[in-house]
């Protein structure tokens, strides 16, 4: 199986890439803008595979797509391409617009383009699998509710609203033109080769030089964890057995108020990094509360019963054992990660202006 994977240079675009060359016989071509959470070095395991082709394009160029489209004749379509930081949301919205909504139109159109001209067995079995978030369906504050793949849609930022616009998008291409679509709603992603500038890392890399760690409000928002890697798992998963025109919630059946993650990595540094940054006793010290985000919702919940229960996909991680891998994962590649810092990012809390 030939699979076209947007944004695959990025945190889970990678991880799937990773999951496809080494887990499966699927021939991969990346497509990923290299914006400034791109990270080719996330793929080097995998780079010199003779299955892997990498292109560096922007999910708005038509043309150029098209090429890509023409050169490597997918048989699947895994978009991940999407601007996903909500802060970077509330300070610049019109990124996330052009990438997540207007992207996701044009490679709909040039995917329905390639797809109408397959011969009919292989438009059969072609399948375009649009990969979303659950900050989609807003809020479940003050319930004990579950997101399920029928939760009206409700979002909150302008980052869960460009992504709204681009999962109905998807729905009305399959509607209308009939384009084999697959959507899934994944809860809060964690793990290795994570941008620096999301909570779990952040607070890692902080931790470790001895810098405040930040937490909005009185870290009481709730959110479900998912291990990167079993992500990866299931959205092949999904591709592979899930009916056309179905959505999927995926979750790690981990709901943990943001102050528990935090003190979780604090805890697990004491253990596998006793030696402090100077002047630092306890690395819980370094935990700093600091103004809430704008509009910011204060629980997430998935119910990942449909995938499980039809497609057979349970996560294998637990919160306490991928929490482990990814901690050290990153004591353990500095280098790594000291490159991404190398850049423009330099361990800053976004969401200051607003």
Known sequence: MKVLVTGGAGFIGSAVVRFLINETQCKV???????????VDSLAEVADSDR????????????ALQQVFASFQPDVVMHLAA????????????????????????ILEVTRAYWNELAPEAKAAFRFHHISTDEVYGDLHGTDDLFTETTPYAPSSPYSASKAGSDHLVRAWGRTYGLPVLVTNCSNNYGPYHFPEK????????????????VYGDGSQVRDWLFVEDHARALYTVVTQGEIGETYNIGGH????????????????????????????RYRDLITFVKDRPGHDMRYAIDASKIGRELGWTPEETFETGM??????????????????SGAYRLERLGDAV
């Open 29 to 39: 071509a990346n497509v990923d803008k290299l914006t400034y959470a791109g990270n």
């Open 52 to 63: 892997y082709e990498f292109h560096q394009v922007d999910i708005c160029d038509f043309a």
């Open 83 to 106: 601007e996903s930081h909500v802060d970077r949301s509330i300070e610049g919205p019109a990124a996330f617009i052009q990438t997540n909504v207007v992207g996701t139109g044009v």
């Open 199 to 214: 909570l779990i890392p952040h607070v890692i890399l902080n931790a470790i030089h001895g810098k405040p760690l930040p």
């Open 254 to 281: 981990n709901e943990k108020r943001n102050l528990q993650v935090v003190e979780t990595i604090c805890d697990l540094l004491e253990e596998l990094a006793p030696q402090k940054p100077e002047g630092v006793e």
């Open 324 to 341: 482990r891998k990814t901690v050290t994962w990153y004591l353990n590649n500095r280098e790594w990660w000291q490159r991404v810092l």
